[in-house]
């Protein structure tokens, strides 16, 4: 009589010998959210009690360009030496960021400290995807990246009440210097578990996707897309004669910067990691532009409250939450299926916000049509990360993340100035705010139903792999 040996647990996020490094990881990305969310709540008494009213945008511009810079830097690092040395290096940054903001007394200094912080954010965004890719287990893929939207998400729920109370009620420094204790928990919890990772030479490092310009650095070409993004949104503040060729330059110096930043086949959106690099930039620039105006939409349009102009916005964000959990309990569904259900999700959001803004009386739909949208992204964002790291290898992991959170950045900028730009020349009386707001709800919408077209090529790329491993 044989008896047969009982299989061996399946692992789990929080099962021994991950649970640290999942709770670090969490709270890392959650405090860098909470930062994001927070400082555009607290920023305009910031500026005011540092006497910059002037240099307003200046604080984000440089977050902005650093970001792009850490993303790009924390890429070609980890895929080199792996992810150990850039989390740390993050970290410290990240943290010296807060600390230099936080007790800034002058907008130079505060803008310095804005800089640091964009660094070392745009480096433990990265670093996170390599970190998951080399530290789990494939099966536990989707269900840490649910985890890590949920992240991103929550703070979205509290960070400016909370931002807006230590900004109105204690001291603006506090949302900045408050974080600090955090990233020393979050560093106390990951890096045991880094110390556990192979080591950077102990695997081959093979690349499987090709960039332009091969392996040579791409920091350069950061710098450039960040001016360019910057150069846009002057432009569209002026709306004169001199926007124009401000536009023009531009738009041709992220046309050239993201030429090498970005996988080659990403402007034909071929199958595989191109694919998912570019849905990725249609998800979030579709629904973050219309996000951006929902408040907009009920308070000008509609007559709301601030608290209930932006209550869909929380109720999206829980929407996002719920999607983010139920994708990682079913991770046998094919991707492409989720991504394309979910950017369906955010097609119908953006048109239903469309007819808000169009009808009057239908202030109401808000709040469905919002959480529609939620959890379209709720399906969408995990699954492109699990698929990102299905489509990458140990010798390109960092500089394919790096590319898709490019792809999210650069896109969610074009489309938020884009919609700027309809409202602000709707304020200057060439057509009404409501026609304004509906009409780039549309063009968000057309978007969106771009990434429904391609996230059929997902699956395509994925039957190609199975049918050369098979062979």
């Not at 984000?60 to 792009?68: D, E």
């Not at 200057?428 to 780039?440: D, E, H, K, N, V």
Request: proline fraction near 6%.
């Amino acid at each position: 009589m044989t008896t047969t040996a009982a299989a061996p647990p399946l692992p789990t996020v929080f099962g021994k010998g991950l649970r640290s490094t999942t709770v670090g990881i969490l709270l890392i990305v959650t405090i860098v959210a909470f930062e994001a969310m927070s400082v555009a709540t607290a920023m305009p008494i910031v500026v005011q009690s540092l006497h910059g009213m002037a240099f307003y945008a200046w604080p984000f511009s440089a977050f902005m360009i650093a970001n792009l810079l850490g993303m790009v830097l924390a890429g070609e690092v980890s895929d080199r030496l792996g992810p150990v040395k850039p989390t740390i290096a993050g970290l410290v940054t990240f943290g010296a960021g807060l600390i230099i903001a936080g007790t800034a007394t002058t907008m130079a200094q505060l803008i310095a400290g804005r800089l640091v912080q964009g660094l070392g954010g745009g480096v433990l965004i990265v670093v996170m995807y390599v970190l998951i890719g080399a530290g789990y287990p494939r099966e536990l893929h989707p269900r840490v990246f649910g985890l890590t939207a949920i992240g991103w998400v929550m703070p979205s729920l509290i960070g400016p009440v909370v931002a807006g109370t230590l900004a109105e009620h204690a001291h603006w420094r506090l949302v900045f210097l408050g974080l600090v204790p955090l990233v020393v928990v979050g560093a106390v919890l990951i890096v045991p578990g880094l110390l556990r990772l192979p080591a950077a030479g102990a695997k081959e490092k093979t690349a499987s996707t090709t960039y332009r310009g091969g392996t040579g650095s791409r920091w350069p070409f950061a710098l450039l897309a960040g001016a360019g993004v910057i150069m846009l949104q002057v432009a569209g503040d002026r709306l004169d004669l001199f926007a124009i060729p401000l536009a023009v330059v531009g738009l041709g110096a992220v046309v050239v910067a993201i030429r090498s930043l970005l996988p080659v086949g990403t402007a034909s959106s071929r199958p595989g990691l191109p694919a998912v690099v570019v849905i990725r930039g249609l998800a979030a620039g579709s629904f973050f532009a219309v996000e951006t105006l929902v408040p907009l939409t009920l308070g000008s349009i509609h007559g709301w409250s601030p608290a209930a102009a932006g209550l869909p916005l929380t109720i999206g964000a829980l929407g996002w939450s719920s999607a983010s959990w139920i994708q990682g309990r079913y991770p046998s569904v094919p991707r492409s299926l989720v991504v394309g259900t979910g950017m369906g999700c955010v097609a119908v959001a953006c048109a239903l916000m469309a007819v808000v803004a169009w009808v009057p009386g239908s202030a109401w739909a808000a709040y469905p049509t919002w959480v529609v949208g939620g959890l379209g992204m709720g399906l969408i964002m995990p699954s492109l990360s699990v698929l990102l790291l299905e489509f990458s290898t140990d010798g390109d992991r960092g500089r394919n993340s790096a590319a898709m959170q490019i792809s999210d950045a650069l896109l969610s900028s074009l489309t938020i100035g884009f919609g700027g730009v309809v409202v602000a020349a709707a304020t200057a009386g060439a057509f009404g705010l409501p026609t304004a707001i509906a009409s780039s709800n549309l063009v968000m919408a057309g978007v969106a139903i771009v990434g429904i077209l391609v996230a059929p090529r997902l699956r395509r790329r994925l039957r190609q792999r199975t049918s050369v491993g098979a062979g």
